[in-house]
């Protein structure tokens, strides 16, 4: 049985730039505060906690990566559609400028 792709989610490109931009601040912030707790000098099961908060920081910063990604696919494809659509306008202008075209007699 072939593979159907999976169709395409639509979303709103500023909701997602937003989401973006707060994820990685949050990311920041976290990470900050291991970094301050580590120079503290902590016990075990803190430094525990630490390790386990440092990998769900990696999870997410590659889903991150993966999301900035994906969002230049879009723009980059909203910017070459655009292109081509001012290109197939330049056309047409051009044509309509040249008025219509003579039969052959």
């Not at 120079?39 to 390790?51: I, L, S, Y």
């Amino acid at each position: 049985m072939p593979h159907a792709a999976r169709p395409r989610a639509a979303f709103d490109s500023k909701w997602l730039d937003g989401m973006v931009k707060k994820l990685q601040a949050e990311l920041e912030r976290q990470l900050n505060r291991v970094l301050e707790a580590d120079k503290t000098g902590n016990d075990a099961r803190t430094c525990a906690a630490d390790a386990a908060t440092l990998a769900s920081l990696e999870r997410t910063l590659e889903k991150l990566a993966r999301m900035e990604q994906a969002r230049a696919l879009v723009r980059e494809t909203k910017i070459n559609k655009l292109e081509a659509r001012d290109a197939l306008e330049r056309r047409l202008d051009k044509l309509a400028a040249a008025g219509p075209k003579e039969p052959d007699s």
